[in-house]
């Protein structure tokens, strides 16, 4: 087994054991590629969404928030291209009937990666390639749309038919209109969208990196188009930023542009933020985020479609035309993962104990500002007068952070345990707290002590968690 698959694992038994993740339907057996977010990891997850609604929302005045509707026209579907174009080439193995995603096969084995989205005339060649797990003969390639269809009424029939959205930012192109009514705005602005979307993916894996269900982050800046390349290249820059000011490694993340002949067809340029998964083989990289430049595309579809006017009048020349369209596209889950999957660090023993000293700890470093549980409460015994203080220091520090009391095992084990979520503070209320009204407060990465009055422990943590 190699370290990164091991190491893969290692977490994915963490995000189980400590409250992470969990298979969805477990007690049925568990359904494929669908996840649940226990205690910590929904924490986890809204952390990193209310950080990415902060950058792109809190912090800018022309950018606004939608929630768009998960079900909406079918047509939309139609102008987007995704009912015609929507489709990821399916092969099966004559052997052990196992399917799998073509242009996957061909980059794997030829080092080809055509990018599909959008793109029928991709020539799929397969020739000599045989199935990865029994070797056996493959099935020529096949069309399967990944859009989920559902009805909406009744009836089964085709008058009924819906499908869940398979992408957020469709939403966001057709409340353009409303978005300028509404907000009273000129271009540039932006749309931004957190929301769940899904795709009926042939392969899905690697734990929460590719699943059916999923959420996305996106937003759409507006502009017109002699403006787009400037614009593209500040949101570059600011999405790269935002990764590594919470904390992703500068050395394990960097850009990828896709290849001329590898972009989807109305794309004028299109670089992919790509990141060292554990999963991920030696010398290679795997998608996290994208800064698009979809061109005037979209809104000149949805124009088509509904009929319904979406240029905008250039208030200088008077001539209309349609705004070009920078995509910023992040994933909630795939973020959480990569935060998550950066931060795991193995240490040897830190806590002191005779019994522990020779094994190994898990040490999750998660930006302070991510991490689930900010401080932890941990009385030095179960002793009834230690627990009152204790109650009185929880209550102190709860109404403005996520706590997490924990008065079971050695101190020594507490520690590791916090440290294992990625907890960046422990306060320890001893017996000397009894007589100066002190207590300890630990830090999970220096391992610093610092002795802090009761009384002026909000306004320690707020100089240490001001975000």
Excluded at 93 to 100: I, M, P, S, T, W
Excluded at 132 to 160: Q, V, W
Excluded at 247 to 266: C, F, M, P, S, V
Aim: with cysteine; proline share 4%; glycine share 6%.
């Amino acid at each position: 087994m190699s370290t990164a698959t091991n190491t893969m694992e290692k977490i994915v038994s963490l995000c189980k054991r400590r409250g992470f993740i969990f298979p969805s339907s477990e007690i049925y057996g568990g359904f494929s590629s669908c996840y649940d977010y226990g205690p910590l990891g929904v924490e986890l997850k809204n952390n990193v969404k209310k950080a990415w609604w902060q950058a792109m929302v809190q912090a800018n005045q022309d950018i606004f928030g939608l929630d768009s509707s998960i079900l909406m026209h079918p047509k939309i579907w139609e102008a987007s291209g995704h009912v015609e174009n929507f489709t990821d080439p399916l092969v099966d193995c004559k052997k052990c009937k196992k399917r799998f995603r073509a242009d996957h096969l061909l980059e794997t084995s030829r080092g080809i990666k055509p990018d599909l989205d959008g793109r029928r005339d991709v020539p799929i060649d397969l020739k000599n390639i045989k199935c990865p797990d029994c070797g056996g003969d493959l099935t020529e390639p096949r069309t399967f749309n990944l859009l989920m269809k559902t009805y909406i009424g009744p009836l089964e029939d085709s008058s009924a038919l819906a499908y869940l959205r398979g992408e957020t930012c469709q939403g966001i192109y057709v409340n353009f209109l409303n978005i300028i009514d509404s907000q009273r705005r000129k271009l540039p602005f932006g749309i931004a969208q957190i929301g769940k979307a899904f795709r009926n993916e042939i392969t899905p894996g690697n734990f929460t990196f590719r699943m059916r269900e999923f959420e996305q982050m996106e937003m759409q800046w507006f502009c017109k188009p002699e403006e787009a390349p400037k614009w593209f290249e500040q949101w570059r820059e600011k999405r790269m930023q935002w990764y590594l000011d919470l904390g992703l490694r500068k050395e394990n993340i960097h850009w990828r542009q896709h290849e001329t002949d590898e972009r989807a067809h109305y794309a004028k340029d299109a670089w992919d933020i790509e990141l060292k998964f554990p999963f991920s083989k030696a010398g290679e990289w795997s998608e996290l985020a994208g800064v698009h430049n979809r061109g005037d595309w979209d809104l000149s579809r949805h124009s088509k479609f509904s009929g319904q006017e979406l240029s905008v009048v250039d208030e200088e020349t008077k001539e209309k035309f349609y705004p070009y369209i920078i995509e910023t596209s992040d994933g909630a889950d795939r973020a959480t993962l990569a935060f998550l999957t950066d931060a795991y660090t193995e240490v040897q023993t830190r806590s002191g104990e005779e019994d522990t000293k020779h094994e190994t700890e898990v040490v999750l470093r998660l930006h302070p500002r991510l991490a689930p549980i900010k401080i932890a409460v941990l009385p030095l015994s179960k002793k009834i007068e230690l627990q009152k203080t204790s109650q009185i220091v929880l209550d102190l520090v709860k109404a403005k952070w996520m706590c997490q009391y924990d008065d079971t095992g050695s101190i020594g084990k507490r520690y590791r345990r916090q440290d294992e979520i990625g907890t960046p503070y422990c306060i320890t209320v001893d017996f000397a707290t009894l007589e100066d009204q002190a207590v300890t407060v630990r830090d999970r990465d220096t391992m610093k002590q610092d002795r802090i009055k009761i009384s002026e422990l909000s306004q320690y943590f707020q100089n240490k968690l001001n975000f």
